[in-house]
């Protein structure tokens, strides 16, 4: 017979959340907390970020003497959009999606093992020093609903998401800064065929600057990418506009800054050879964050693991989950690897084994920041 875990991660998975439209998750999730006969809150992040659903903030009060250390969980709601139907099956101890589409364990994985931990605490009445879940909206678009959540609410400054595709033991002890660049390229139209002379092509400007730039890895801890591009009304016209989307993340700062003017530059010096205007808006994604082994939510996470049973392994992330919002605001979180595979495409899935190994890891947390020093 499937576990509760399972039950559950495959309630979720079956319900579409793509980003802005996770209500239908969200009160899945609310019933099951008000279920355990928990309180749950929903702040008006919805509206700022253009999602049809808040933060869902959900509180467990400690019990004892009020020693240790309080944790708070966080996972998102969202996930990529599907492009078919979703249909968990399981088969063999491994959970897939028959609908030929992505499964949804990113992050829905997370959200089913936290939620089994805290009804295993609830239901075993086990000590705690606390107990706090947040699910955000519109991660996956740019961590936009932990963005939006007023970090104060929280009691605990350590904390915990579980959002790499890695086996279990995995611990991030960094993850790198982000900027996005916004570019468009305006040049002239004019006829193709007969006044080709008078048109100044901004594709061609694009594609000149394109060429140029250094793109997927450039170092250890560097990369860049340009992801969208566009422009043009017509075969038979001279291209008057064209905009593409490009991004750089470096854990390094000062080489982000460094690669970010050099793209920057690179466009400017590609218009001016094609005779086109450029604008171009580069905008903060994330600030990175890097922990160092010894620090408090590490070594918690150490001997979490540890006491399930997994040997904890340590690197850096070349991705962004929630935890940047939460360690820029000044709370320790960090992101644990919780078995998900193949993330964002149809081959996604995740083991039985791993969803209620992640359920062990929860509790041994909880059990490790019971006792430790405050």
């Not at 580069?282 to 049973?309: M, N, P, Q, T, W």
């Not at 992330?317 to 960090?334: T, Y």
């Not at 081959?347 to 969803?355: A, G, H, P």
Request: with cysteine; glycine share 10%; proline share 4%.
């Amino acid at each position: 017979m499937a576990s509760e875990v399972v039950d559950l991660f495959t309630e979720l998975a079956a319900i579409a959340s793509p980003p802005g439209e996770e209500r239908p998750v969200a009160d899945a999730v609310t019933r099951y907390l008000r279920d355990l006969g928990l309180e749950v809150d929903e702040d008006d992040a919805g509206a700022t970020v253009g999602s049809n659903m808040g933060n869902l903030y959900c509180r467990v009060e400690s019990t004892g003497n009020g020693g240790g250390v309080p944790v708070f969980f966080c996972a998102h709601l969202d996930t990529v959009p599907p492009e078919g139907p979703l249909q968990p099956v399981l088969e063999d101890g491994v959970i897939r999606n028959a609908g030929g589409t992505i499964l949804g364990a990113d992050n829905k994985s997370a959200v089913a093992s936290m939620l089994e931990g805290t009804r295993r605490v609830l239901a075993e009445n086990r000590a705690h020093a606390g107990i706090e879940l947040l699910f955000t909206p519109k991660e996956e678009v740019g961590l936009l609903g932990a963005a939006a959540f007023d970090q104060q609410r929280f009691h605990a400054h350590i904390g915990y998401v579980y959002d790499q595709a890695a086996p279990i033991g995995d611990v991030i002890l960094g993850a790198p800064f982000s900027q996005a660049l916004e570019v468009r390229f305006h040049g002239r139209a004019a006829h193709s065929g007969m006044y080709p002379e008078e048109g100044r092509s901004a594709i061609a400007a694009a594609a000149r600057a394109v060429s140029d730039l250094r793109l997927g890895r450039i170092d250890e801890e560097t990369t860049a990418n340009v992801g969208l591009i566009e422009g043009g009304s017509a075969g038979n016209i001279v291209p008057e506009w064209c905009a593409l989307s490009a991004e750089a993340r470096s854990h390094d700062e000062r080489k982000l800054g460094d690669l970010v003017q050099e793209m920057v530059d690179a466009f400017a010096f590609a218009a001016g050879l094609e005779d086109c205007e450029v604008e171009t808006k580069v905008s903060k994604s994330y600030r990175g964050y890097r922990f160092k082994r010894e620090d408090e939510v590490v070594r918690i996470a150490h001997a979490a693991l540890e006491r399930s049973g997994y040997t904890p392994n340590y690197g850096l992330s070349g991705g962004a989950a929630d935890a940047n919002v939460f360690n820029e605001r000044g709370l320790a979180c960090v992101n644990l690897a919780n078995g998900m595979r193949d993330i964002h495409t149809p081959d996604e899935c995740i083991t039985v084994e791993d969803l209620e190994g992640m359920v062990e890891v929860t509790l041994a947390l909880l059990d490790v920041a019971r006792n430790a020093d405050t």
